[in-house]
């Protein structure tokens, strides 16, 4: 359910991590099989044509990374909570660029899941780090060693603690068609969250102590309306080890797949540019979205804050969508869903596409 400012709202959700890091060994490309002929009158895949595994720089992500970076034209700060038991989930993103905007997500257990833009009219990001706006701030804690989350919105209270965080990656530039580029960092790949909540339409706040809580952090020279490229596939699964698994890369406007899966658990982090593959298509509208997203690779390499080296066991993981919610606002579509990947886990799952990669070709 879209409400109000739609236009500012549908930026906002194309936020996420779009992913250029963990590198393969050498520069490849892995073609997708052909997918199979269909009628005329079905809304076709908006399939990948094939991956390309050519490094991309990246490091263990850390809170000195999470800084402003003037001179992006889009630049955003995003967290979400989880509750694996109910499936209760509140995202809370601030953008500094292309415009300032405060923007929530707010799934219940029962009933319509809310977007909702929080009235703000700046947005101010500084080292420390910290963003700070009229609607909510996120500042990151020396002494605690956490990220601290107050949301003070018109929709929405929160004050919440990302505490345990496990560190996933920076990554960056991802080069892309019509000259953009990206850099992603996630400081927060997975946490034991403390606090509370009060959503939207309660009258009184809920406990988050236990939740699994995400952060990242998207900048560059880029814009998610753009429609010279095709879109963006994102992904993230709490696990109930305590451990997460992280999906985020570009998918170019030939239909190429650039970007890497990675694995963050307490003893490291670990990734690796990998190959994509989408099945079990589903149809919304004019939109079809895959269920399953599988992500491979034979190696990996460590990030360690000076960079990727060493040799990891490569990586197979599938991301399922649980709990489909598909916004469709004309120059973006996508699915905003709960999905899992081991059982147990809980997580997101975006699969971004442009509305020019969503109409027919011939």
């Known amino acids: ?47 990948i044509t094939g991956s390309d595994l050519t490094q991309v720089p990246g490091k263990l992500a850390e809170p000195s990374d999470d800084g402003p970076h003037p001179g992006s034209t889009t630049e955003w ?29 707010w799934y219940p257990e029962e009933g319509a899941k809310l977007v909702l833009p929080e009235p703000t009219a700046k947005v101010t990001a500084t080292e420390g780090p910290e963003v700070r706006s009229s609607a909510g701030s996120l500042v990151y804690d020396e002494r605690r060693r956490a990220y601290h989350l107050k949301w003070t919105g018109t929709f929405a209270k929160a ?48 406990s988050v102590d236990g939740w699994r809580g995400y952060h990242d952090h998207n900048w560059g020279k880029f814009n998610v309306l753009d429609q010279s490229y095709s879109g963006w596939e994102w992904g993230v699964s709490h696990e109930p080890d305590g451990t997460a698994t992280l999906l985020g890369g570009v998918v170019k406007g030939d239909g190429t797949w650039q970007g890497v899966v990675g694995r963050v658990t ?34 990996s390499l460590l990030a360690t804050p000076e960079g990727l080296k060493g040799e990891r066991p490569g990586l197979d993981r599938t991301f399922h969508v649980v709990d489909p919610f598909i916004l469709d606002v004309g ?20 699969h971004i596409r442009t509305l020019s990669a969503r109409v027919p070709r011939s």
């Open 159 to 206: 004050d919440i603690w990302f505490d345990d965080a496990l560190p996933g990656v920076t990554g960056g530039p991802i080069k892309y068609d019509n000259g953009q580029d990206m850099y992603w960092s996630a400081p927060v790949a997975t946490s034991r969250v403390k606090g509370w909540l009060r959503p939207p339409g309660a009258s009184s706040p809920i």
């Open 77 to 105: 700060w995003y967290t979400h909570v989880i509750d694996p038991e109910t499936k209760r989930t509140f995202i809370a993103m601030l953008f500094t660029a292309p415009l300032p905007t405060a923007v929530i997500f």
């Open 266 to 299: 307490r003893e490291e982090t670990y990734g690796c540019m990998s190959t994509l593959t989408l099945s079990k298509w589903r149809t919304s509208g004019l939109f079809s979205y895959p269920e399953a997203t599988r992500a491979t690779c034979p190696s």
């Open 331 to 350: 120059l973006l579509a996508l699915p905003e869903s709960l999905g899992r990947t081991v059982p147990g886990s809980l997580g997101l799952i975006e």
């Open 1 to 47: 359910m879209v409400r109000p400012r739609t236009g500012i709202a549908a930026l906002a959700l194309t936020v996420t991590a779009l992913a250029a890091l963990s590198p393969a060994p050498a520069a490849a490309r892995a073609e997708a099989p052909p997918a199979p002929p269909r009628a005329a009158w079905e809304i076709p895949p908006t399939d």
